[in-house]
């Protein structure tokens, strides 16, 4: 049973343009939604998180948007770069039960130059 | 400033063989965590531990057990490989406190025949 499922499977963007991935999850006790960022023979490295109590948060170019009552959030990259493409992973975990991680399928996002 | 270290990088077993993945970290951090990645599916939780001599289950446990001996070192074996298990496995650490992200290591790459 998959907690947390995440769209596109795959993106393609042109240099400058907006990437959005999307994330829905389940389990109402999650309580930490992460980003991570994954390149060819790496681990994922964190991109980027937000806790319930926002609806937004923002990092340079990276934006994680946040609903809650539709268990729904997503990852918006701005002005995107070539040095962007890579497989993004949304996840999820609930502080109080060793702070698993639940992992979305991934996005294999590339942008053109 | 090593982080997390997995080792080996990469091993070829047949079915039936056995072996233990090593991850070592440097970061003095309580939890650890054993994930597999496999296409179209994320990462997902093999078995977790909150501390020096503790595991658990996580999603996947099943043909795999864990030994946390060290607080450094969380150990992965496959007592009795099976072709179902070729991936990609990550193992990643963190620390205790809140707001606490998950680092994890390059990967070990493991194909059985």
């Known amino acids: 049973q998959q907690q947390v499922k995440q769209s596109p499977q795959s993106l393609i963007v042109q240099k400058g343009g907006i990437s959005i991935i999307n994330c829905a999850y389940e389990?109402?006790?999650?309580?930490?939604f992460p980003w991570y960022q994954q390149f060819p023979g790496k681990g994922p490295a964190l991109l980027i998180a937000?806790?319930?109590?926002?609806s937004e948060k923002k990092e340079g170019r990276f934006t994680i948007s946040f609903n809650k009552s539709a268990k729904q959030f997503s990852l918006h990259i701005m002005d995107s770069q070539p040095g962007d493409s890579a497989t993004y992973f949304c996840?999820?975990?609930?502080?109080?039960?060793?702070?698993?991680?639940?992992f979305g399928e991934g996005t294999q996002l590339t942008v053109n130059p | 400033n090593a982080g997390v270290t997995q080792t080996p990088k990469f091993r070829v077993l047949k079915t039936g063989q056995s072996m233990t993945l090593l991850c070592a970290q440097d970061m003095n951090h309580e939890y650890m965590y054993w994930y597999r990645q496999d296409p179209g599916m994320g990462l997902r939780l093999i078995h977790y531990?909150?501390?020096?001599?503790?595991?658990a289950k996580g999603e996947v446990p099943d043909g795999y057990n864990v030994s946390r001996l060290k607080k450094q070192n969380f150990l992965l074996g496959l007592e009795s490989a099976a072709p179902s298990q070729t991936s990609v496995y990550f193992c990643?650490?963190?620390?205790?406190?809140?707001?606490?992200?998950?680092?994890f290591g390059d990967g070990t790459r493991l194909s059985i025949l």
């Open positions: 990643a650490s963190r620390g205790a406190l809140s707001n606490q992200p998950q680092h």
């Open positions: 531990s909150v501390g020096e001599g503790t595991t």
């Open positions: 937000i806790r319930p109590d926002v």
């Open positions: 389990n109402t006790a999650f309580d930490y």
């Open positions: 996840a999820a975990s609930q502080e109080t039960s060793g702070s698993r991680l639940t």
